[in-house]
């Protein structure tokens, strides 16, 4: 599902030439349940946003799903990451002014294309299912940090993506709560067949994924 080839990635700070990920290889297959394990600074993040497709390498080849990502214009690179990937960030990134209903729906409003179901019906479903229908029309601000995050697990699924990627998910939970939104995420691997994967620092956390990654100064360990 995912394939990363001789991956570098660099960036200019003034004079001076970082490089964040040094000749990186990693390969993940459909359905797998996997972490990206790594301090901070040891360039994991960096790593999912280029697998994600919100960034491009410098130097080497992504292959997302037997596609070479570098033979695709912006806008075809655009369509993909919408239809494949799911976004889950520590931060929730969810906007006060919409409702939680309107957050969950927001994806679909840019999507290109007719959606083979009913997004409103779907976004129901969805809330439904994660304990959150009756928030429907609260705002982000006013609900809890757990609840929060279950509307942009919600929001991540509302197109179907084959790929979850969950950056810190529980990083800005308490340890109950953090459990909970684990569960809900192990459960789109095991019940839904997604391919899911965790970026984080916490070895407890990756431990109750299928494999782990380790990154450290932007290297493969």
Do not use: C, W
């Amino acid at each position: 599902m995912i394939k990363v080839q001789k991956v570098f990635k660099r960036f200019s700070l003034g004079d001076e030439e970082l490089t964040i990920l040094k000749d990186v290889n990693i390969e993940i297959k459909k359905q797998e349940f996997v972490s990206i394990l790594g301090q901070s600074g040891s360039g994991k993040s960096t790593l999912m946003y280029i697998i994600g497709l919100l960034d491009q390498p410098t130097e080497g080849k992504v292959i997302i799903d037997g596609v070479d990502i570098a033979t695709l214009s912006d806008d075809e690179i655009s369509k993909m990451r919408s239809q494949t990937m799911g976004f889950v960030f520590q931060q929730f990134n969810l906007i006060n002014k919409l409702t939680v209903e309107e957050n969950i729906l927001l994806p679909t409003i840019y999507h290109q294309g007719v959606l083979p179901y009913d997004p409103k019906v779907k976004a129901r479903e969805l809330m439904s299912r994660f304990g959150i229908d009756h928030r429907a029309q609260s705002y982000p601000n006013k609900i809890s940090g757990g609840e929060q995050q279950r509307v942009s697990i919600a929001r991540a699924l509302i197109l179907d993506p084959q790929i979850i990627l969950a950056d810190e998910p529980t990083g800005n939970l308490d340890s109950n709560t953090g459990e909970i939104i684990l569960k809900l995420i192990e459960e789109l691997n095991r019940k839904d067949k997604k391919t899911i994967v965790i970026v984080t620092h916490d070895k407890d956390i990756a431990k109750r994924t299928k494999r782990s990654i380790v990154i450290k100064d932007g290297v493969i360990q």
